[in-house]
């Protein structure tokens, strides 16, 4: 299942692969590679198999959950799917608090609900899904893990989520979409190492390619 959504991914444009002309992130930081997993939402099917994929991925790994939470604002709509599927209470989690109103940070939380599953579209960093998870567990709701459509295998994220005592699992992740678009015949032998190299060492990698 991780290479057929990778393959849909790659197909409908979700994941645009780029590295002699790469992208800049909001961050300021050079990447081969850009992910928008809002185009999902565009494709019924596709999007149907993705929330199939995260239900199961939960099933196997965070079975005892009794609230889907996602992440604001691209995972909320997966979230929707998903606890649909399941038939489970949703909330969802905003980087911060509002600054009017109730102040609420978290939106539809259930007063009875007490572990959550966090649902993320894209994981780079971790820095989201973390920032939502503290806020779960700062409104006395136990954390059992994140679930999300892709990540990019960045060592940084890894080290983030061990530090916070948290695992995360995908639906499919960089290395497999990177072999599928050999496969597929879309990216040159230059283009795959220059890839590899990113997610490797991303934060220097321009530097790096500049110099070569």
Not at 47 to 74: C, F, M, N
Not at 104 to 130: M, P
Not at 171 to 182: D, G, H, Q, V
Request: with cysteine; net charge neutral.
């Amino acid at each position: 299942m991780k290479t057929t959504i990778a393959h849909q991914l790659l197909n409908i444009k979700a994941v645009s692969l780029s590295p002699e002309e790469p992208f800049t992130w909001s961050s300021g930081m050079k990447s081969p590679i850009y992910c928008d997993n809002r185009l999902i939402l565009a494709y019924p099917e596709f999007r149907s198999q993705v929330a199939e994929e995260l239900v199961s991925l939960i099933k196997s790994h965070y079975p005892d959950i009794d609230l889907v939470a996602g992440t604001a604002t691209a995972g909320i709509p997966h979230a929707a799917f998903v606890a649909e599927k399941m038939q489970l209470p949703m909330c969802y989690v905003r980087s911060s608090a509002k600054s009017h109103g109730k102040g609420k940070q978290i939106e539809g939380l259930a007063e009875n609900s007490k572990r959550a599953v966090v649902i993320e579209d894209l994981i780079s960093t971790g820095k989201s899904s973390i920032q939502a998870c503290q806020a779960l567990r700062e409104s006395g709701i136990e954390v059992a893990g994140v679930v999300g459509i892709f990540s990019y295998g960045l060592q940084k994220a890894e080290e983030a989520f061990k530090n916070e005592g948290l695992s995360f699992q995908t639906a499919t992740n960089f290395s497999t979409l990177i072999k599928e678009a050999e496969k597929g015949g879309t990216i040159s032998n230059r283009g795959l190492s220059l890839l590899n190299d990113w997610q490797k060492d991303p934060e220097n990698w321009e530097t790096a390619n500049i110099s070569k």
